[in-house]
């Protein structure tokens, strides 16, 4: 007859609380309609004015004379500043790891009738004619950042 033994360590209960936490973290990506719906995967943007239309629909409106659009390159792997930016655009319905490396547009309004004293811009992020993502956002200190959704539903500040 043999006897084994096993000495139970804080490693090892750490090592069995991630373990599990993986787990239940696997089981909810794999559960469907787990993932949120990407918000503007269905509307077509071929003109900065398309931009604009959906953009009122979310309630903005805009400066159009205010307008700026470049080209940018999403990163192929993600820092942990874009970790954190991707995490607010998940909370959206979008996520930027699908677009990582390709070169996206990236469109700029500002904002006319955010509640709040400072300038507000909003960015647009748009590959192959489907937005992909964008954030509503102040330059700043003391300003905030929030992902692309309607007005009446972004965070109190």
Same mark, same amino acid.
């Given at each position: 007859?043999?006897?084994?033994?096993?000495?139970?360590?804080?490693?090892?209960?750490?090592?069995?609380?991630?373990?599990?936490?993986?787990?239940?973290? /696997?089981?909810?990506?794999?559960?469907?309609?787990?993932?949120?719906?990407?918000?503007?995967?269905?509307?077509?943007?071929?003109?900065?004015?398309?931009?604009?239309?959906?953009?009122?629909?979310?309630?903005?409106?805009?400066?159009?004379?205010?307008?700026? =659009?470049?080209?940018?390159?999403?990163?192929?792997?993600?820092?942990?500043?874009?970790?954190?930016?991707?995490?607010?655009?998940?909370?959206?319905?979008?996520?930027?790891?699908?677009?990582?490396?390709?070169?996206?547009?990236?469109?700029?309004?500002?904002?006319?009738?955010?509640?709040?004293?400072?300038?507000? /811009?909003?960015?647009? /992020?748009?590959?192959?004619?489907?937005?992909?993502?964008?954030?509503?956002?102040?330059? =700043?200190?003391?300003?905030?950042?929030?992902?692309?959704?309607? /007005?009446?539903?972004?965070?109190?500040?």
């Amino acid at each position: 007859m043999n006897i084994y033994t096993f000495k139970l360590t804080k490693k090892h209960i750490v090592a069995a609380v991630l373990a599990v936490a993986a787990l239940v973290a /696997l089981v909810i990506l794999m559960i469907p309609g787990g993932e949120a719906e990407e918000t503007g995967a269905t509307v077509s943007i071929k003109t900065p004015e398309d931009c604009v239309q959906y953009l009122t629909q979310l309630g903005y409106q805009l400066d159009a004379a205010s307008c700026r =659009s470049k080209k940018v390159q999403i990163p192929k792997t993600f820092d942990a500043v874009y970790q954190t930016y991707n995490e607010m655009q998940k909370e959206c319905g979008y996520d930027l790891s699908k677009y990582a490396g390709k070169k996206v547009d990236l469109s700029t309004w500002k904002v006319t009738n955010f509640p709040c004293d400072e300038e507000v /811009l909003v960015d647009v /992020l748009v590959y192959k004619n489907k937005v992909i993502g964008g954030a509503v956002y102040t330059y =700043s200190v003391e300003g905030f950042m929030y992902g692309l959704r309607p /007005l009446g539903e972004q965070p109190k500040s």
